[in-house]
């Protein structure tokens, strides 16, 4: 019997580091040039433990880089008139070159009206009708980090997207919607079959067992189990949850959407989780920044 080759973990802290090693020896030519550099800023309201650590983290990738970042921090019940004037005062502010509103966002507030508020220039999350719609048309835009950050994991991995079939559950605005839309694109990194599972799909298994790569999005921890996979499938875990562990220093440990020791047995490539797609979403977040100060979207 011929024995199984062994499976690739993708390794998502490596490239990100890769790509903020780029960044960074670009914000240091702009620096010596004797600008001030790009300045990612961020909105953060509420005191949601996950979503500290995760501007935390980006703050911390922006001095990484050498960019300025700063951070606005609101009680959770700010209003949400006053946090649009918030979002009004960054748009203005011309020492800021990209922002940020960490969500989610309390439920007094609407969502998708503070996204439509943010001038779509400095919008380095990507969450704006018109970097969504030109990114749709194949126009230049600002990408959402976390499907960006798939497709460089792609490219990264030589992983060839043409012609497979693509897996992909969930269909947020924020990953699974434009990940679907970015790999049907007529594109190197596109031009994929893809298919978009959600939660009134029949029969999910016999449409994920078909995926050449299958892309996880679904919010739910440890969903895709090892009889869900077909042998030799990349599989892109895009999930983040914590599980309760008292063996763990924290209280608790990250796993994705996926069952990552059974499945990683049957897959040919497998993100892990931590240390997949995350360190990636962060990576591009930077890139988009460093965009946005270059006013150079493409
Ligand atoms: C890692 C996010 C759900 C809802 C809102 C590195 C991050 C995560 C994991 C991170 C995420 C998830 C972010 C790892 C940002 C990704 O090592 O595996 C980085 O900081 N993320 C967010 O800002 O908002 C979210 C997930």
């Given at each position: 019997m011929a024995t199984k080759k062994e499976t690739v973990l993708i390794d998502g802290r490596l490239v990100a580091?890769?790509?903020k090693a780029e960044i960074k020896k670009e914000v240091a030519e702009i620096v010596d040039r004797g600008e001030n550099g790009p300045h990612l800023a961020a909105v953060l309201v509420g005191e949601d433990?996950?979503?500290?650590?995760?501007?935390?983290?980006?703050?911390?990738?922006?001095?990484?880089?050498?960019?300025?970042?700063?951070?606005?921090?609101?009680?959770?019940?700010?209003?949400?008139?006053?946090?649009?004037?918030?979002?009004?005062?960054?748009?203005?502010?011309?020492?800021?070159?990209g922002f940020i509103v960490q969500l989610p966002l309390p439920k007094h507030i609407d969502e998708s009206k503070v996204i439509n508020r943010i001038n779509p220039a400095k919008d380095v999350d990507g969450f704006t009708p018109v970097n969504v719609g030109n990114m749709?048309?194949?126009?230049?835009?600002?990408?959402?980090?976390?499907?960006?950050?798939?497709?460089?994991?792609?490219?990264?991995?030589?992983i060839k997207t043409?012609?497979?079939?693509?897996?992909?559950?969930?269909?947020?605005?924020?990953?699974?919607?434009?990940?679907?839309?970015?790999?049907?694109?007529?594109?190197?990194?596109?031009?994929?079959?893809?298919?978009?599972?959600?939660?009134k799909t029949k029969n999910m298994s016999d449409i994920?067992?078909?995926?050449?790569?299958?892309?996880?999005?679904?919010?739910?921890?440890q969903f895709v189990k090892a009889d869900m996979v077909k042998e030799g499938a990349v599989v892109i875990d895009v999930g983040i949850h914590r599980l309760g562990d008292d063996s763990a220093k924290k209280g608790y440990r990250l796993v994705g959407d996926v069952d990552f020791n059974a499945v990683a047995k049957?897959?040919?490539?497998?993100?892990?989780?931590?240390?997949?797609?995350?360190?990636?979403?962060?990576?591009?977040?930077?890139?988009?920044?460093?965009?946005?100060?270059?006013?150079?979207?493409?």
């Open positions: 580091k890769k790509i433990p996950a979503s500290q650590t995760y501007v935390a983290s980006k703050e911390k990738a922006a001095h990484e880089v050498g960019m300025i970042s700063s951070t606005y921090r609101y009680p959770a019940d700010i209003t949400e008139k006053e946090l649009l004037e918030v979002i009004d005062y960054l748009n203005s502010d011309d020492e800021v070159d749709v048309l194949g126009k230049p835009a600002l990408l959402s980090a976390t499907p960006y950050g798939i497709t460089e994991l792609l490219k990264h991995y030589k043409e012609g497979k079939h693509v897996v992909v559950l969930g269909r947020s605005n924020i990953v699974g919607r434009p990940i679907s839309i970015l790999l049907s694109q007529k594109a190197e990194f596109g031009n994929a079959t893809v298919t978009l599972c959600h939660s994920t067992r078909s995926a050449d790569i299958l892309i996880c999005a679904i919010g739910q921890p049957k897959a040919a490539y497998i993100t892990p989780v931590p240390g997949g797609v995350g360190p990636m979403t962060i990576a591009m977040l930077l890139k988009n920044t460093l965009l946005s100060y270059k006013k150079e979207i493409h």
